[in-house]
């Protein structure tokens, strides 16, 4: 089996590799001029340079013979000045590749698949619990990463119209291993007791091992055109930055931090960051991110793709620790009184 993987430079896509390759894929993994192709060397996967805003580019990085195409890459970038490359990436990136994908599928003798990695948040806010059937309402621009993965399942639909095979995956919080940008950011702000704060929020933390099978599951078993949402574990925030607390053997956060005064916060750092064009720690799309509460419904990935997510929080959390501790990115902090 031959596989073409985006965004596997990344934290998901490292470990999706990791899966593809154990099971005997052979896998290709694109990336950008200038990356660091290292780990995917060290994983199996064989490098191929192109650019999801240059067809000619993906063209010739696809191997002749394919079976999926793995959409992992994406921008998850919440400020407003990320916006316009955030929509290029996310929304005509994935029109690009379904394109491109689905002219390559039609020459081939065999079909192929294209399994694109969306997000819960293409559903947007809702007050319940969010499953396939709630409606898609990430129609705020200003919620602009909500937006552009909305936008980009419409782009990769249009191309399943005209003949593509395509299945989307909607995960929830990814916490594993290979993460040093999204949850693990918050074990570097607790070590170095910069943690400005807990918000009210809570949300369903998935294990990446788990989204990395149900990737390859949803390969083999997925129907063409439809969503999957993959959830885990639920959790309020403080409950999250709890276990952090306890693995790096630091006081715990006792208690969260109102939301009017993140969202003030936020206000008054997005209007410093439109002098000084520089991205603020909080912006408003990630103090409403945070301060609500997703979580969601993922029992048809566990009836019609196997779907488990049997690790606990706790566990997730502590793959995550343990491999920046290897890596020689984190640093436990000296015992405190």
């Not at 990769?156 to 291993?177: H, M, S, T, W, Y």
């Not at 369903?204 to 078993?221: K, L, P």
């Amino acid at each position: 089996m031959r596989a073409f993987v985006t965004g596997g430079t990344g934290f998901l896509g490292a470990n999706l590799i990791e899966q593809l390759v154990g099971d005997g894929w052979q896998v290709t993994a694109m990336h950008r001029a200038g990356s660091d192709t290292g780990r995917l060397g060290a994983l199996g996967a064989i490098p191929v340079q192109a650019s999801l805003d240059d067809v000619d580019s993906l063209r010739a990085a696809l191997p002749a013979e394919l079976d999926a195409v793995f959409h992992v890459a994406g921008n998850t970038s919440m400020w407003r000045g990320g916006d316009a490359q955030q929509w290029q990436d996310n929304v005509v990136g994935s029109a690009n590749l379904a394109r491109v994908a689905r002219a390559h599928f039609d020459r081939q003798a065999k079909p192929g698949r294209m399994i694109v990695t969306s997000s819960i948040s293409a559903y947007g806010y809702h007050k319940g619990v969010i499953s396939e059937a709630s409606p898609k309402r990430a129609l705020e621009p200003r919620d602009h990463y909500h937006y552009s993965k909305l936008h980009a399942e419409q782009a990769v639909q249009a191309e399943i119209a005209r003949g593509l095979d395509a299945v989307f995956l909607n995960p929830c919080a990814i916490v594993g291993k290979y993460d040093v940008s999204s949850w693990a950011q918050t074990f570097f702000l607790m070590a170095e007791n910069r943690l400005p704060g807990v918000p009210p929020g809570a949300g369903s933390f998935c294990h990446a091992a788990a989204v990395a099978r149900a990737h390859i599951d949803a390969f083999q078993r997925g129907q063409r055109g439809e969503n999957y949402i993959l959830a885990g574990v639920d959790a309020s925030f403080l409950e999250f930055f709890g276990v952090i607390a306890r693995l790096l053997g630091v006081p715990a956060p006792r208690r969260t931090t109102p939301a009017f005064a993140i969202h003030t916060l936020a206000a008054c750092s997005d209007l410093v960051s439109r002098i000084s064009g520089r991205e603020p720690a909080v912006t408003p799309q990630k103090a409403r991110m945070l301060t609500d509460r997703a979580v969601a419904d993922c029992s048809r990935a566990q009836r019609e793709l196997g779907y488990r997510n049997d690790a606990t929080l706790e566990a997730m959390l502590r793959e995550s620790r343990d491999w920046l501790l290897a890596e020689g990115l984190l640093t436990l902090p000296p015992s405190r009184p």
